[in-house]
């Protein structure tokens, strides 16, 4: 069915994919972005089915200016409730598995308790605190996904596209620790997809997961990116300014269940696709 849709953040990495995906779903679709002009911490007008609320400040930028980081990512999504309340629109959250911190153990469900250790970590468990709370006051429907390192073309900052950039440009790979902390990573195209069967479905009222589910250390990733590359690129360990964070996988028993999937792109191939992407741009 056609909907009316707000995407704020519809500029970012992973808005531009969505806005795409969802125009060819036949979609109305109206952009919100910093860089149109557009302000999240400012109270939004409009009338709308769906808000895909994906604009946040950044885990990089948060550690310089926590105060922004506030500003933007709790002030911001209460705007977009207050939005929500007035065309009884659905939200869809991108949170992240930030908000688990450092749990106690290697892989983490939705009931896992939240610890976060970043300014950035709080600031979505503070985003999705909200959400809740205008469900049950307001009755506001809501999904959040709790994303894990997404991943894919017209990525411009992380640590994949840090090791392309380094690979194309003949320079070292750089890699901060030991190497051997892990991470989950999922590819784009996947994530997009669940956002749109999340609307097209009418699911609601929960929080999931959205990862792939298996990590792999930094250091095997550099060696995968240099592998797909084809080409010869040294690596380099340099100390980090804080303690290595080992990193978890996520569970996707209730993606599962929610959905009768889970994401399918192997890091291999989607990373294939990514190098391919970024030669022909």
Not at 127 to 142: F, K, M, Q, S
Request: charged share 25%; with cysteine; hydrophobic share 40%.
């Amino acid at each position: 069915m056609h909907k009316k849709i707000l995407v704020t953040g519809s500029r970012g990495f992973i808005g531009k994919h969505l806005v795409k995906a969802l125009k060819e779903h036949g979609h109305s679709i109206t952009e919100f972005d910093l860089v149109l002009g557009n302000d999240v911490t400012k109270p939004i007008e409009g009338d709308y089915d769906i808000i895909y609320h994906l604009a946040a400040y950044s885990l990089i930028k948060t550690r310089d200016n926590p105060w922004k980081a506030i500003d933007v990512n709790i002030k911001g999504t209460l705007n977009v409730l207050e939005l929500a309340r007035k065309c009884n629109a659905k939200v869809v959250f991108s949170s992240a598995s930030s908000v688990y911190g450092i749990p106690l153990y290697k892989r983490v469900i939705e009931t896992t308790p939240i610890r976060p250790v970043s300014v950035y970590g709080m600031t979505k468990a503070g985003a999705e605190t909200l959400i809740e709370t205008y469900y049950r006051l307001y009755g506001i429907d809501y999904l959040i996904f709790r994303f894990t390192n997404v991943y894919g073309p017209m990525q411009t900052f992380g640590v994949i596209p840090s090791f392309i950039n380094a690979i194309n440009e003949g320079k070292p790979i750089i890699i901060f620790g030991s190497g051997k902390q892990t991470r989950d990573f999922v590819f784009v195209d996947d994530v997009v997809h669940f956002l749109v069967r999340a609307i097209e479905e009418d699911k609601k009222d929960m929080k999931l997961n959205l990862g792939s589910g298996k990590t792999i250390s930094i250091k095997e990733l550099a060696g995968l990116c240099i592998k797909i590359a084809g080409k010869r690129c040294e690596i380099i360990n340099r100390p980090v300014e804080r303690d290595e964070r080992w990193g978890f996988s996520a569970d996707l028993t209730s993606l599962k269940e929610v959905f009768n999937e889970v994401p399918e792109t192997s890091l291999e191939e989607g990373l294939k696709k990514t190098f391919e992407r970024w030669s022909t741009t």
